[in-house]
């Protein structure tokens, strides 16, 4: 498993655009934000929550249709399953391996593009503590989509458009954590909630997925 | 170690494509599939190697000794050609041994990226994959497509020397003669009947 999660992040880093490239979007959407809705620091820190989580899920989708097309035109898929690896284990690598190229990255950018849309200072961290816990959740879930479109030429709109709503619960949960944050009122219960969708979808989507992947297999 | 199949019928995409499959393999026999292009001889193959289910009838191997190859060799171009082998190799728990360069004439090609290899020294690279992973039980699927004459050679040796010899069993799709001293199964007289496995309409008519 190991073995695969590196080669993954070597391929990342070798084929140009795994970690920059997700983060750069994230960048370029914080940044198009204050020239939409205008310069005013008041509405601006108030919508900042929600645009940089709705930031964040939109660059985790940007990368989703790679995670296993790759590997499934080149034959690589076909070969790890009838390797000695489990599906499911593969499934779990996959998701970790995209999350350390993309959510990692932007977990640890977020808070000085926080400073973009002027977060107050306080939500810094919950928006690092937010997104650390749910950005696992935005690469499994994402992971799951892949797999069930993997097949599929021009797969990536349907992939969106399955995945998107599985996103609401860690979204909500999460910008609700920030914008607590940033009013100095309590957050565990959001934030509890984020890390409970992570850890549900990590314990059930690698068996989904990795059953998904066998259908699309055959 | 012995592979024995009874009766075995595979489907393509729905369609039953061939029925009543039998035969049974010892260590160190080798079996070679012949049949036109759509026989099914791929369809066999991948129902071998367990990528899906077979429509009707039983295959019998020891587990976890299994491998298959086909026309896509798995091959990563952003990776030299020793970290293709190692990546495989660590993935079934084995290490990549210089023996392996020399069978398959990787030698000289070890740190070039796999990428900028050609057609014929990829499918090199893809086959010596197997000689790696350290299966017994081998599932090629025309293992020799866009191989010269040499490599072919190459690669009859590696099965007849690396791996029949050493008690492993192969079944092999191919159409052309790899010089093995081995039995040939053609698929044709086994071609499923238009509707066998039930796919008819005959219950509605």
Same mark, same amino acid.
């Given at each position: 498993m190991i073995a695969l999660l590196l080669r993954d992040l070597r391929l990342a880093v070798r084929a140009g655009g795994g970690f920059g490239l997700g983060l750069a979007f994230f960048l370029i959407v914080v940044v198009l934000v204050p020239f939409g809705v205008g310069p005013e620091a008041e509405i601006l820190s108030r919508i900042a929550p929600g645009i940089l989580w709705v930031a964040s899920l939109l660059a985790a989708l940007l990368?989703?249709?790679?995670i296993f097309a790759l590997d499934y035109e080149d034959g690589a898929l076909a070969l790890i399953a009838t390797s000695p690896l489990p599906l499911e284990g593969a499934a779990f690598v996959k998701a970790l391996a995209h999350w350390i190229t993309t959510g990692l990255p932007l977990t640890l950018a977020a808070p000085a593009l926080g400073f973009l849309l002027n977060l107050k200072p306080e939500a810094y961290w919950f928006l690092f503590i937010s997104l650390a816990l749910g950005t696992p959740a935005l690469s499994m879930i994402g992971t799951f989509g892949a797999a069930l479109t993997v097949g599929l030429r021009r797969g990536g709109l349907l992939m969106s458009l399955l995945v998107l709503p599985l996103y609401v619960p860690t979204l909500i949960f999460g910008a609700e954590t920030v914008r607590r944050g940033a009013e100095g009122l309590t957050t565990t219960t959001p934030l509890v909630m984020v890390a409970g969708v992570t850890a549900g979808v990590f314990a059930f989507l690698p068996f989904a997925t990795a059953a998904a992947l066998r259908i699309n297999l055959r | 170690m012995e592979l024995v199949v009874t009766d075995l019928a595979c489907a393509r995409g729905g369609v039953p494509l061939i029925e009543g499959v039998n035969f049974r393999l010892k260590e160190g026999e080798a079996l070679v599939l012949r049949g036109a292009? $759509? /026989?099914g001889k791929t369809t066999l193959l991948r129902t071998l190697a367990g990528l899906q289910p077979p429509l009707a009838g039983m295959i019998e191997c020891t587990e976890d000794q299994s491998a298959y190859a086909s026309h896509? !060799? $798995? /091959?990563?171009?952003?990776? @030299?050609v020793r970290e293709n082998l190692e990546f495989w190799a660590s993935v079934h728990g084995t290490s990549v041994e210089a023996s392996v360069f020399e069978a398959f004439d990787l030698v000289d090609l070890r740190?070039?990226?796999? $990428?900028?290899?050609?057609a014929g020294q990829k499918r090199r690279l893809g086959l010596a994959r197997l000689g790696v992973i350290g299966r017994k039980i081998l599932f090629l699927d025309?293992? @020799?497509?866009?191989?010269d004459r040499f490599s072919v050679k190459l690669f009859a040796d590696f099965l007849k020397e690396q791996h029949l010899a050493m008690g492993g069993i192969a079944v092999i799709a191919t159409h052309i003669d790899l010089g093995l001293e081995a039995p040939e199964l053609d698929l044709e007289p086994f071609r499923a009947a238009y !509707?066998?496995?039930?796919?008819?309409?005959e219950a509605f008519l």
């Open positions: 990368s989703l249709d790679r | 292009n $759509g /026989i896509a !060799d $798995g /091959i990563k171009a952003q990776l @030299t740190e070039r990226f796999a $990428g900028t290899l050609s025309e293992p @020799t497509v866009s191989l !509707d066998a496995g039930g796919s008819s309409d």
